[in-house]
């Protein structure tokens, strides 16, 4: 059987909503309500945090927790750090799986989703993708976008609409092609997380600010898995607001 173990980057200066872990959600921190739906699918979970107040929340409700860098270009680095440093404790583990610290609401079942994935065994990365059915999704900048090829393997992420649907007004072009947007959960070999937080950013990355294009322009392969689950990641606090109205109405 393969192991994985789950890791979950949080941080506490966030731009735009400072203190984003330790936000409480119906008498939860969030960190918690993340660690807490992680550890349903996952044997071992450990949260990687630059601040204290973040590590002692976990502690409190006896999570395990891991202090890293604060100076971390990406969330994945911080990965990296973390798995090394867990390491010491025990090795034995092949799969890494990153979970954002900002999704409270994930399904373990995505995560289940994600690890079937390696039941490949050329997958180096894993990541889920989800159909887009609504015209404000396909045509926003800020929701990434991905084609896979017919193993399942991505091809490119883009924050465009990808494919262009030639000859056809874009009113029509949801029903002419099966468009799908990419849900930001990763889980690397992990051999392949040391490979990938080596390299240099990319052309691709940089251009879309993407920085899964960097692992493809060097070679590596990311695995798609498919997901029904909708994600309701939290980047600000009206997004926590609208999210507990949907999720937890009165």
């Known amino acids: 059987m393969m192991k994985f173990i789950g890791v979950i980057p949080a941080r506490y200066d966030s731009t735009r909503f400072p203190g984003k872990p330790l936000a409480m959600i119906k008498g939860k921190t969030m960190i918690q309500r993340v660690y ?3 550890i349903k699918a996952l044997p071992e979970v450990y949260v990687a945090t630059d601040d204290q107040r973040i590590e002692q929340a976990v502690r409190n409700f006896n999570g395990n927790v891991v ?4 100076h971390h270009r990406s969330g994945t680095d911080r990965i990296r750090e973390a798995s090394e440093k867990i390491m010491h404790h025990t090795n034995n583990y092949e799969v890494i799986v990153n979970i954002q610290g900002d999704e409270p609401f994930i399904q373990p079942e995505q995560i289940r989703e994600l690890k079937s994935c390696f039941d490949d ?3 180096d990365i894993a990541t889920l993708i989800k ?4 015209d404000k999704a396909l045509f926003n900048p800020n929701l990434p ?3 896979t090829d017919k193993y399942d393997y991505a091809i490119y992420f883009s924050r465009s609409t990808i494919p262009y649907i030639r000859n056809k007004d874009a009113s029509e072009w949801l029903n002419s092609y099966p468009f799908h947007k990419h849900i930001g959960i990763y889980a690397y070999r992990k051999h392949i997380l040391k490979a990938i937080t080596s390299l240099e950013p990319s052309s691709l990355e ?3 600010s993407l920085e899964q294009n960097r692992w493809i322009e060097n070679g590596y392969r990311i695995k798609t898995a498919i997901t029904k689950h909708e994600n309701y990641p939290v980047d600000t606090p009206e997004d926590l607001e609208y999210i507990i109205n949907r999720l937890f109405p009165e």
Not at 67 to 70: E, F, L
Not at 131 to 134: A, E, F, L, M, T
Request: no cysteine; proline share 10%; charged share 25%.
């Open 36 to 38: 807490e739906q992680t």
């Open 67 to 70: 202090m890293t860098s604060p």
């Open 121 to 123: 065994e050329n997958t």
């Open 131 to 134: 159909p887009i059915d609504n």
């Open 145 to 147: 976008k991905v084609i």
């Open 206 to 208: 940089l251009a879309e």
